[in-house]
């Protein structure tokens, strides 16, 4: 066996997205997020958010075992208070031991249709943090109750919020790849003619689809 992988490991690789975070929880009320497929990213976490996280992958169970390592990855940033952080080695595609919505911010980054199996854990107003890299962000971007709040644009190891002129992005460079259900069946991201790295969306859902069938089932 290997030395065990960890936070500090896994952050050689992705980088620290503790600043995404920041930003986030800087704009808008952010107290419980959700992060299925998290692996090793605790990023969220360093930014003060008490923080559920959901993983399958063996390494990230042992990770989150180890009380004393998670605390001292933690401590890096948030001295004597560090958040709660709570570890579900979970399919996320199941029924989670969770509260209906319950959580201010669900993220979904490179891992795979959280949107779809999670949207119930996120609370009426809340946030959805998603990428496109298995066409996340294009499902939730073609849904109606969703409204784009900033895309998250990565450069040389910072990230930008941008939340104006929001028109410019989401706009597919082919109408026709921008299908739900297309998207759903290849688990790939649609191409924008503006990408970026992720995009916040807030969520608000509706009481009844109405005779369009708008909501999903
Ligand atoms: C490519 S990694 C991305 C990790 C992290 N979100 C990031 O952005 O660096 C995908 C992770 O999602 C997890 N995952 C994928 N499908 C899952 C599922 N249905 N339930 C729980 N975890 C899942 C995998 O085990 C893996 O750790």
New binding site residues.
């Given amino acids: 066996m290997g030395t065990s992988a960890t936070w500090a490991t896994?952050r050689g690789s992705?980088g620290d997205?503790s600043p995404m975070f920041d930003a986030i929880a800087g704009g808008w009320p952010v107290r419980d997020a959700l992060?299925?497929?998290?692996?090793?990213?605790i990023s969220p976490s360093l930014s003060g958010v008490a923080v559920t996280y959901?993983?399958?992958?063996r390494?990230?169970v042992r990770y989150f075992a180890d009380d004393d390592l998670v605390g001292s990855d933690l401590l890096v940033r948030s001295g004597a208070h560090p958040p709660a952080v709570t570890f579900l080695g979970?399919?996320?595609?199941e029924a989670l031991p969770l509260a209906p919505a319950s959580f201010d911010l669900l993220?979904s980054?490179?891992?795979?249709p959280v949107w779809d199996?999670c949207q119930t854990y996120l609370r009426p107003g809340g946030l959805l943090l998603a990428n496109t890299s298995h066409g996340d962000a294009c499902v939730a971007a073609l849904d109606p109750r969703t409204t784009l709040l900033a895309a998250v644009h990565h450069r040389d190891g910072r990230y930008r919020l941008d939340t104006e002129d929001l028109g410019q992005y989401l706009v597919p460079k082919d109408a026709r790849a921008n299908d739900v259900d297309s998207i759903r069946r290849s688990g790939r991201g649609i191409a924008y003619t503006r990408p970026a790295f992720a995009y916040l969306f807030t969520y608000h859902p509706v009481a009844s689809s109405g005779p369009t069938g708008a909501m999903k089932p």
């Fill in positions: 896994y992705i997205r992060y299925p497929g998290s692996y090793l990213d959901v993983d399958t992958d390494r990230a979970m399919d996320y595609t993220i980054l490179f891992a795979g199996h």
